[in-house]
């Protein structure tokens, strides 16, 4: 005949197992699953903005937008967005900077309400503005990016331009 104790232990263990179980399966999670068309556009988008030319900047605009349109709730979309807005930027040859800053503070803004440690997101808030005269503060910026995400290539190539231009 089994203790009270080990009856006591038991129940216990029941119903934490049932609540943890429980809050598993109705809590909401944060974590987007895009359908197979917005992963495709966004592939494509970061395919795009690697060329690193104008052309291909824009190409990888729409690619990335269509990739939000699809699937709203994709963080890694709306943050690689935000870069590609500041590439295109960056590149000068966008007709309008003031409201491509617009649209990739916007872009940066909604991939950090989805996930507040972006990196797309972040780097591309962070050099918005031009690296002149930030330069202490880009690249302490850009180090705590990149002790967070060690293996992102965007920090390591903006921090190493921005080290050989000061």
Sequence with gaps: RPSRRKFMLGASAAVGSAAVAGAVFLLPTRVSRPPALAKAHYERGIAARGQGNAEQYAQAVHHLREATRIDPDYAEAWGALAWAYRSLIAD???ADGQRLSIFAK?????????????????????????????????????????????????????????????
């Design 92 to 94: 000068g040859s966008g």
């Design 106 to 166: 916007a872009a940066a803004q909604r991939a950090l309400e989805l996930d507040p440690d972006n990196p797309d997101a972040q780097a591309a808030l962070l050099l918005l503005r031009p690296v002149f005269g930030r330069w202490a503060e880009v690249e302490a910026g850009l180090q705590s990016l990149l002790a967070r995400h060690p293996t992102y290539n965007v920090a390591r190539f903006c921090l190493a331009y921005t080290l050989t231009g000061t």
